[in-house]
């Protein structure tokens, strides 16, 4: 607990260097809005993602599909006043707010996604992404892809609930 507490302090002093990029966290008026256009992006991913994988360029659509639940995370931090401009910060975020009970959302989820956790495994998407991102593979186990772009749908629909769920 305490290693996750010093992330959101580092990230959130990242933050507050005063640049209109900043590189970490930073505590905002918490944005409904912001939220659903964070969404509609995850959709856009997942909808690139099956047109890269119609074209046959499955290497990149694992890319697309680690992206699409990216938004799912940030658009869940829109939603209760903050803005990341760093992936660890995110899944750091999420995590902080999933263990204080602010979100529910099984923690599960942020780490098949994380890179910030050692126990990540070839099975989780931010390996596949890396994998395939920054090596020389350009073919994706047809499997395995229809397997990531599922998950991906789910999640979205899992954050999404939460969204709704949080404005009664």
């Known amino acids: 607990m305490a290693q ?72 869940l931090l829109a939603k209760h006043g903050y803005e990341s401009r760093n992936q660890k910060c995110t899944f750091a975020c999420v995590e902080d707010l999933i263990t204080k009970g602010v979100i529910n959302l099984d923690i599960a989820w942020v780490k098949k996604i994380a890179d910030y956790d050692e126990s990540n495994s070839s099975e989780d998407i931010i390996t596949l992404r890396e994998e395939f991102q920054y090596g020389t593979e350009t073919n994706v186990n047809t499997e395995k892809l229809n397997s990531i772009i599922e998950e991906a749908k789910k999640f979205r629909e899992v954050v999404r609930q939460i969204l709704v769920k949080e404005e009664k």
């Open 4 to 75: 996750l507490d010093n992330m959101i302090k580092w990230c959130l002093d990242k933050g507050k260097i005063e640049s209109e990029k900043h590189k970490g966290l930073k505590k905002v008026s918490p944005d409904k809005l912001r939220a659903d256009k964070h969404i509609e992006k995850a959709e856009h991913y997942l909808d690139a993602t099956l047109y890269l994988k119609d074209g046959e360029y499955t290497d990149i659509a694992v890319s697309t599909v680690f992206y699409s639940m990216y938004h799912c995370l940030l658009a």
